[in-house]
């Protein structure tokens, strides 16, 4: 009886085991089902990260060749570029080189050219001076040629040769009040009345080489040409040689009065047939410059 109550003890106890031995394995079970599970999802998460990986690392070559690519078509862009700009920058050099060259050159022929003009300038101021000079001598020889012309009418009219001249004065003295004097004479210089437009400088009395001197001279210094009022009240510009190259100018000569007119014949009674031609125009040369004062056309130009 005992050992029937061990064996029952004994299968109780096994019993009990079982049914632990049993849960633990249903748990196991689980456990292990759920870990195939797990394991599975784990598995298809590798293989889909897996390719997206080796998408991505494509992808990444072939941004990395594209890359590569540009990057060597920027460096041989870039290298091309240098060397054009380091033949333009010395064709640059070059160009500033011989600019500097021809502005050397620009300098001293600049230099050359005032020095030159400050010649021209003391020739002119000497041609005018010399001009004035001679105006004043071929008048004065002028008043006294006329007044001895004068005097040989009135004596020949008193011996009886030809009617007596109208009455004549030389002096300034008489001047204001006299219709007839030696004074209007001088005084027709002032009209250019019968002179081309193109003339040859022999050709002018000394008071018109004096004004071509001033109108030349002020022209060659950019001065606005100046009207002459002629003896008939109307202004008109003084017309010079085309050589002047139809410049501007312009003269202070306020206080200067100009004998323009070449061949002024006064008669001194309208019944003469003797006239006195205006003794302006010399028979000599000026002085010899370094260009020739009748030659001055040649040097505006």
């Known amino acids: 009886m005992a050992e029937i109550e061990n064996l029952k003890k004994i299968n109780q106890n096994l019993l009990i085991e079982n049914d632990k031995l049993n849960g633990q394995n249903a748990d196991m079970t ?17 293989k889909e990260l897996q390719a997206k990986i080796e998408v991505l690392e494509k992808s990444l070559s072939q941004v990395i060749r594209e890359f590569e690519t540009e990057r060597e078509s920027l460096i041989h862009k870039c290298k091309l570029e240098m060397e054009s700009g380091s033949i333009e920058l010395e064709k640059m050099k070059r ?16 230099k050359n050219i005032l020095e030159q003009r400050s010649d021209i300038e003391r020739f002119f101021l000497d041609s005018l001076d010399y001009v004035k000079k001679q105006v004043s001598i071929n008048r004065n020889e002028y008043r006294k040629e006329a007044n001895q012309m004068y005097n040989n009418r009135m004596l020949a009219a008193y011996n009886g ?26 005084e027709q210089a002032v009209k250019w009345q019968g002179v081309d437009k193109v003339f040859d400088l022999n050709d002018l009395t000394w008071e018109q080489k004096e004004q071509v001197l001033r109108e030349l001279f002020a022209r060659m210094n950019g001065v606005k040409p100046k009207q002459v009022k002629n003896g008939n009240d109307e202004l008109k510009a003084v017309e010079l040689d085309e050589t002047i190259n139809d410049a501007d100018s312009n003269e202070d000569d306020n206080d200067i009065k100009y004998l323009d007119r070449r061949d002024v014949k006064k008669s001194f009674n309208n019944n003469s047939e003797t006239n006195f031609t205006f003794l302006t125009e010399p028979n000599y040369q000026a002085p010899s410059k370094p260009n020739e004062m009748l030659k001055l056309p040649s040097i505006v130009s």
């Not at 759920?34 to 394991?39: A, M, Q």
């Open 30 to 46: 689980f456990l292990i089902k759920e870990k195939i599970d797990t394991n599975t999802k784990q598995s298809k998460q590798i």
């Open 161 to 186: 040769q030809m009617e007596y001249p109208k009455v004549k004065t030389f002096s300034k003295k008489f001047d204001a009040n006299s219709t007839n004097n030696v004074f209007n004479d001088l």
């Open 95 to 110: 160009a500033l080189e011989l600019k500097n060259k021809e502005m050397n050159k620009v300098k001293k022929l600049a």
